[in-house]
């Protein structure tokens, strides 16, 4: 028998129409690099904002300042653009939304479904165009 006790809060927004609406897209300073790692240990868990396990280790998101100072190698520097709107878990659409924009605009998108929000790193160099793209696919929602 289970210990866990159901989430009782709002568990987001699932039409579509109203998610597009309140999109309301941010940008979070700094730059963000993927890396992958074998083990995962405390230091990597205090520095990271993401992790995913997979089959071949662990994939970790950090800060770039983070991975140069602990000399985690990584190919990619990221902007992080948090979709403010608490969405559902079970929406349908968002992100087929999100990334035919972005697809369009020529920008490629890793996205990274939290409990409250969708995150998703664009490559740092087209952060703005990426955030204005978002924006934009508010509006006309």
Known sequence: MSTHSPITSSQGETTLSV??????????????VFCTM???DTTIAQLS???FREEEGWTVILPQHAADEHGFPYTTLFAWITLTIHSSLEAV???SAFSQVLTRANISCNVVAGYYHDHIFVPYDMRLTALATLKA???CD
């Open 38 to 40: 074998p083990v995962f």
């Open 49 to 51: 904002i993401g992790t």
């Open 93 to 95: 659409g968002l992100t």
């Open 137 to 139: 696919l508010s509006r």
């Open 19 to 32: 998610i597009l609406r309140d999109l309301e897209p941010i940008i979070h300073e700094g730059s963000y």
